[in-house]
């Protein structure tokens, strides 16, 4: 019985230290300054800093059009790096650092 109380507290020790650092991207958010298809990439200007940031985007990078008020029936739905404009507000998670940002997910606000 000591055995199985010891390796649950082990478990659950190792599940909370998993989940902890489940949500580990890094997050940005702001207005679109610029685009450049030809490089897969664009420039937002920082909510936080006001700096310019430009983030990459790759292949498995996932973008979705949310809407920009919540309403009793808000929708959101898949799209394509095309679909994103100067002047639209997004929400950004990211890895990397620096100058070499690249968005995993990219939630467009219009």
């Known amino acids: 019985m000591v055995r199985f109380i010891k390796a649950l507290g082990f478990t659950l020790a190792i599940m909370a230290a998993s989940s902890a650092f489940a949500d580990n991207d890094l997050k ?5 300054k610029s685009i450049d298809a030809q490089k897969m990439s664009f420039v937002i200007i920082d909510d936080a800093t006001g700096n310019d940031v430009i983030v990459g985007v790759n292949p498995a990078t996932d973008f979705e059009a949310k809407a920009r008020k919540k309403q ?3 929708w959101d739905k898949d799209v394509e790096f ?5 002047g639209d507000w997004v929400k950004i998670e990211y890895i990397g650092r ?6 995993e997910e ?3 606000y219009r």
């Open 28 to 32: 940005i958010s702001g207005k679109v």
């Open 82 to 86: 095309e679909y994103l404009q100067a």
């Open 72 to 74: 009793m029936f808000s």
């Open 98 to 103: 620096g100058p070499n940002i690249v968005a």
């Open 106 to 108: 990219v939630d467009i």
